[in-house]
């Protein structure tokens, strides 16, 4: 079982810079692609990157390329989201979620179930 947590979520100016973490315990990422999400108050989870197995493919929703970097350190079993240039429209609550039907490819990512869900962490932006 899969066990997620995330961290680094924050307040931070619009411009800013957050680092974002989904550390894992139970089992090794290795063998998951790994989603990030993310909820704002009165909206629609939305999916905002994701990254294959292999660490081959990555996967941004339109409003967050160029801005937002996925990458994953195997050792530390951790996935991490890096996020420059914030908006405010970035400010939602910032989930990670696996699960072994979860698949990332280079124009989305697709899932039979997404059992596996961290806590959240807050991201705020302020202008």
């Known amino acids: 079982q899969v066990h997620l947590v995330e961290s680094g979520g924050g307040l931070v100016q619009v411009g800013g810079s957050l680092r974002l973490s989904c550390a894992a315990s139970g089992t090794s990422l290795d063998y998951y692609s790994i989603g990030w999400f993310r909820q704002a108050p009165g909206k629609q989870r939305e999916g905002v990157s994701c990254?294959?197995?292999?660490?081959?493919?990555?996967y941004y929703v339109d409003s967050v390329k160029g801005r937002f970097t996925i990458f994953r350190d195997n050792g530390q079993n951790t996935v991490y989201l890096q996020m420059d240039s914030l908006k405010p429209e970035d400010t939602a609550i910032y989930y990670c979620?696996?699960?072994?039907?979860?698949?990332?490819?280079?124009?989305?990512?697709?899932?039979?179930?997404?059992?596996?869900w961290g806590q959240g962490t807050q991201v705020t932006v302020s202008s």
């Open positions: 990254i294959s197995i292999s660490n081959s493919t990555t």
């Open positions: 979620a696996t699960d072994i039907t979860f698949l990332c490819g280079s124009k989305g990512y697709t899932a039979t179930r997404l059992d596996a």
